[in-house]
């Protein structure tokens, strides 16, 4: 089964960049789209962005388009979540989710259940 793990979080200013990564471990990783979620204090769980299973496909909610990119290299098990001009209410725990399923991006940002969650990885922006 595909384990994950979040890294690249940090503290920046306003219209700084971070780049985050959620490496998997396990077997078929490339069978699976990955999704990036983030939740900030107080606040429920929120939608970012997905990518489908061979990086065809990508799905950004309206805040963060144009600002976020994902990625994947399927060959390094890896997907970076790369986040430029980032603003103060880009602060929260951003999580990587996988679900093993062939589906568009646009499907995976609304997929009820996911195989496998991150730990989290925490992003500060502050003026």
């Known amino acids: 089964q595909v384990q994950l793990e979040e890294s690249g979080g940090g503290l920046v200013r306003p219209g700084g960049s971070l780049r985050l990564s959620c490496a998997a471990s396990?077997?078929?990783?490339?069978?699976?789209?990955v999704a990036w979620f983030r939740r900030a204090p107080g606040e429920d769980r929120e939608f970012v962005t997905a990518?489908?299973?061979?990086?065809?496909?990508?799905h950004y909610a309206d805040s963060v388009k144009g600002r976020f990119t994902i990625s994947r290299d399927n060959s390094k098990s890896t997907v970076y979540l790369q986040m430029n001009n980032l603003k103060p209410e880009d602060t929260a725990v951003y999580y990587c989710?996988?679900?093993?399923?062939?589906?568009?991006?646009?499907?995976?940002?609304?997929?009820?259940?996911?195989?496998?969650w991150g730990q989290g990885t925490q992003v500060t922006v502050f003026t």
């Open positions: 989710a996988a679900v093993q399923s062939l589906t568009t991006a646009s499907n995976i940002a609304t997929t009820a259940r996911f195989d496998a």
């Open positions: 396990g077997r078929a990783f490339a069978s699976y789209g």
């Open positions: 990518i489908n299973w061979i990086g065809s496909t990508t």
